[in-house]
């Protein structure tokens, strides 16, 4: 007997349309998509590209209006010039994320092996997605990650970040990444400091962007005032929060609830949902793995329902 996937795949359907020059890769795909609060519309596997080819594929997405945004793995082509001209029309309309493998010398052989494809360079893929206008990643994961930011992330106004975390270090690291990724971090004005010196602790905190609410497990109050007070600012475009405990239950399994009480706190895990309604601001969580045992399972299960409970109410949420 022959076991074929897709029995566990979700039922499901969404904006999302994969195609991928791998049946292992669209397994993959489908097989993770839930976990990034993705739905699949259309997921295609099309081999050696004997008969059916990518722009075929393309152009069939392209025309099709339940497919609000699309995403492939590409080993080779076949059609040059016109998948050029095909991507970049699709890529006008629709977020397009590309994976294109076979780019290092290892990988053009494997490539050549798997579908008989030729890979290309990395200068001429480099311009072709310059020139398209087409999002280039370098792996599941990211491919993933990219296209749940255009489905759960609403629109920002404008490329200023600020980031919300719980230590100095991923304050730095979010700077990097925000510089790397061709976005500002926020300059905030004289008033917004002032504000944020009131709310922050006295010591450890750093009330500009980013600000540091100077350790992970921040009182609900000051982390709400903070997002309240940066979200209000009108200085910043979207919000990341890094490095905090969103909930309860997550700080008394890290043993931290014993420090404070929070009976008459708001539930923390409520309080990006509420400033993202109230200031009609995108805000990205990411769901940092706080290195807790493997032997502790009640973690884990909580760390998923977050990531559930902030995808359903349409926040980019990473998963583990």
């Not at 292992?24 to 997921?43: I, K, P, R, W």
């Not at 014993?258 to 400033?275: A, H, T, Y």
Request: one cysteine or more; proline letters at 7%.
């Amino acid at each position: 007997m022959t076991i074929l996937p897709g029995g566990g795949y979700p039922r499901r359907s969404g904006p999302v349309s994969f195609f991928a020059q791998s049946g292992g890769m669209t397994e993959d795909f489908c097989g993770l998509s839930q976990e990034y609060g993705l739905y699949v519309n259309h997921a295609v596997s099309y081999g050696n590209a004997c008969d059916v080819n990518e722009l075929d594929l393309c152009r069939y997405f392209c025309a099709d209006e339940k497919t609000k945004m699309v995403g492939a793995y590409i080993e080779g082509i076949k059609t040059g010039k016109a998948f050029f001209d095909t991507i970049r029309d699709l890529a006008a309309t629709k977020p397009t994320v590309l994976w294109k493998a076979g780019l290092t010398p290892g990988g053009a052989r494997a490539a050549a092996s798997h579908t008989g494809s030729l890979a290309g360079t990395d200068t001429v893929w480099a311009a072709f997605f310059q020139q398209t206008g087409a999002i280039q990643v370098f792996g599941m994961e990211e491919l993933l990650d990219t296209l749940s930011v255009f489905c759960l992330a609403p629109p920002t106004q404008n490329d200023k970040v600020a980031v919300i975390c719980g230590g100095g270090g991923a304050g730095v690291a979010a700077g990097d990444a925000c510089f790397r990724a061709g976005l500002t971090v926020a300059t905030l004005d004289d008033g917004t400091r002032e504000k944020l010196k009131s709310i922050l602790p006295p010591t450890g905190a750093i009330p500009h962007n980013p600000v540091d609410c100077d350790n992970p497990f921040p009182r609900p109050s000051v982390f709400k005032g903070t997002l309240e007070t940066v979200a209000g600012s009108g200085r910043v475009g979207s919000i990341v929060i890094d490095k905090i405990a969103l909930s309860v239950r997550l700080r008394q399994i890290l043993g931290y609830d014993k420090q404070v009480g929070w009976e008459d706190e708001p539930w923390l895990e409520e309080i990006p949902v509420r400033i993202r309604r109230q200031y009609d601001i995108p805000v990205i969580v990411v769901q940092r793995d706080w290195g807790v045992p493997l032997d502790v399972p009640s973690y884990e299960s909580e760390r998923r329902r977050l990531r559930r409970y902030y995808q359903e109410n349409g926040f980019r949420s990473s998963p583990p």
